[in-house]
C-alpha cells in the first residue's frame, strides 16, 4: 500500500541528464527516502540475462518478476544498493548492455503494470524523490512538484562517459553517444508511459548548468511550491 499522506518529488528526463545526482543531493537536504526507478528496470534485466530468458519473452519475464526478491538501501553517499539473493549486484546493473534491456523490456506495458507497486512502496514519509522516465505521468501522478531535466544528446553522452570512466566501466564516448541516440528513440516513442515531461512539470535545460546550478534551481522550484500552497490553504 502506497502512503497517500508522503509528499513525492518527481525527476523525470532522458539518459545520462543527471537526475540521479540531483535526486540524491535533493533527497539528502530534505532527509527524504529516494527511488532510482531506472535501477528496478536494471534489476529486471539483469535476472533475466542470468535465468537466460530474452528481453522479448513477456511470459517469462513475468513470471521472473514475481520471483525476484530483490532489496534496497541508500548509503551515506545517497547511492541505492541493490541486493538479489544477499548478493549485491549495485554495480552490475550499471553496465550498459543492462540499461539497453532495461529499455527494451520496459516497452511492454505488462511488465510496466508488474513494477508499479514495487515503485510505490517507496513512498514513506517524511516524503520521497523519485527519479525516471514516467514519475510524474503515471507512478506519481499526484507529486506535490514535478521536474523534467532535458539536454542536448552530445552533453549528456559526455556526462555519461564519465560516470561510467569513473565505475571503471571501459566505453569509447562514441559507443555511449549511440547508445544514448538509441535509447532515447525507444524510451521517447513507447505505447505506454512514453518519456514525456507531464503537463504540470517544470522542465528544465541542463545543457549549459552544472550540477550545483541545476540542484539550486530545483530546490528554489520547491521552495516556491511550498510558499504557494501555504499562501493557498
Ligand atoms: O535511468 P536508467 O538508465 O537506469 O533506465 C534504464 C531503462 O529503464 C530506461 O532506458 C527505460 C527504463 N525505465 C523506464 O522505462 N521507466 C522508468 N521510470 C525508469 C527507467
Known amino acids: 500500500m502506497q502512503n497517500r499522506a508522503a ?13 540521479g545526482t540531483v535526486a540524491h543531493l535533493l533527497a539528502k537536504k530534505l532527509n527524504w527516502h529516494v527511488l532510482d526507478s531506472g535501477a528496478i528496470y536494471r534489476v529486471v534485466a539483469f535476472a533475466a540475462e542470468k535465468a537466460g530468458i530474452p528481453v522479448d519473452d513477456y511470459d517469462g519475464l513475468l513470471k521472473l518478476i514475481k520471483g525476484i526478491k530483490a ?10 544498493h541493490v541486493f538479489v539473493n544477499k548478493g549485491d549486484i549495485t ?13 527494451q523490456l520496459s516497452v511492454y506495458p505488462p511488465i510496466r ?4 507497486d514495487c515503485q510505490r512502496q517507496f513512498r514513506k514519509p517524511k516524503g520521497l524523490v523519485a ?8 507512478v506519481f501522478p499526484d507529486a506535490q512538484l514535478k521536474i523534467f531535466l532535458d539536454a542536448s544528446p552530445e552533453a549528456r553522452a559526455i556526462r555519461r562517459h564519465r560516470q561510467l570512466l569513473q565505475q571503471a566501466i571501459n566505453v569509447t564516448l562514441k559507443d ?3 547508445q544514448i541516440i538509441e535509447r ?3 524510451d521517447r516513442t513507447r505505447a505506454v508511459a512514453p518519456l514525456k515531461p507531464a503537463e504540470d512539470a517544470v522542465i528544465i535545460d541542463t545543457t549549459e548548468l ?4 541545476v540542484f539550486t534551481e530545483v530546490v528554489l522550484q520547491w521552495d516556491l511550491r511550498q510558499h504557494k500552497d501555504t499562501h493557498s490553504s
Open 210 to 213: 552544472s550540477v550545483d546550478e
Open 91 to 103: 554495480a552490475r546493473i550499471r553496465e550498459p548492455h543492462i540499461g539497453t534491456a532495461a529499455s
Open 113 to 116: 503494470t508488474a513494477l508499479l
Open 176 to 178: 555511449v553517444f549511440a
Open 71 to 80: 532489496t534496497f538501501s541508500t548509503d551515506n553517499e545517497g547511492t541505492m
Open 184 to 186: 532515447d528513440a525507444r
Open 7 to 19: 509528499p513525492v518529488i518527481t525527476i523525470d528526463g532522458p539518459g545520462g541528464v543527471g537526475k
Open 131 to 138: 527519479d525516471g522516465r514516467d514519475m510524474g505521468t503515471v
